[in-house]
């Protein structure tokens, strides 16, 4: 069964530091969400890709937040410049319509 | 931000009994309502989804209910099993934004 994978699991980082949190989404989907959970809260929306663009964007998706989808295959999610207050579990989402997306493992970020 | 909300925190249903897991949201313009259930240190696995024209949709042991006026979505689950338990995420998706909005969880512990 296809399925969105992500890299790494688990990135410890230094604050301050860029880290690039890697997902492939499932092949023929053409919509690209990356999602937030921080520990205990619920599943934050950060943004959504559709058309090599952003299509929308949350507030926490400030400057410090890009995203590509460098060569067709892969979805990265780029924080330049860490806080604490970035540590969370990361789910990058793809769907092949405008509902019903379906997530990676997610990647643990821990921001020391 | 409180557009959807999952207002019990966890659930305990006996094994074989029905489980009933509520949702409600704020907005009338929603498209799509879905349900995730989640394992600690997973993604999100969809599980269904309804879409608003409809008011019922099932699928195997899950039925997921929907009342428009009362802006209420429930997930039924019958028989529960012990592997059922995990936290289920209700979710709502706007055409408008592509974006999901998901309540804060609800933790199931189905007890053999």
């Not at chain 1, 943004?47 to 663009?53: A, H, L, P, R």
């Not at chain 2, 249903?13 to 394992?39: A, P």
């Amino acid at each position: 069964e296809p399925e969105v994978t992500q890299t790494p699991s688990h990135q410890v980082t230094q604050m301050g530091q860029e880290v690039i949190l890697r997902c492939v989404p499932i092949s023929n989907h053409l919509y690209f969400y990356w999602y937030r959970q921080i520990l205990g809260q619920k599943v934050e929306f950060l943004v959504s890709f559709y058309n090599n663009e952003i299509s929308e964007k949350s507030e926490i998706f400030d400057d410090q937040f890009s995203v590509e989808r460098p060569d067709g295959s892969n979805f990265t999610l780029k924080i330049r410049s860490t806080k604490l207050e970035d540590s969370a579990m990361y789910f990058c989402a793809s769907s092949d319509r405008p509902s019903g997306a379906f997530f990676g493992q997610g990647t643990r970020l821990t921001v020391v | 931000d409180q557009q959807v909300k999952q207002n019990s925190p966890s659930l305990s249903v006996q094994e074989g009994r029905i489980s009933i897991l509520n949702c409600d949201y704020t907005n009338s313009m929603f498209d799509y309502f879905l349900w995730y259930k989640k394992y600690p240190a997973e993604g999100p696995t969809f599980l269904i989804s309804i879409s608003s024209i409809k008011d019922k949709n099932e699928d195997g042991r899950f039925t997921v209910f929907l009342n428009k006026s009362a802006k209420h979505l429930s997930l039924h689950i019958v028989p529960s099993q012990p592997g059922d338990s995990a936290v289920y995420f209700c979710a709502v998706h706007s055409s408008n934004t592509g974006k999901l909005i998901f309540g804060q969880g609800t933790t199931l512990q189905v007890k053999p």
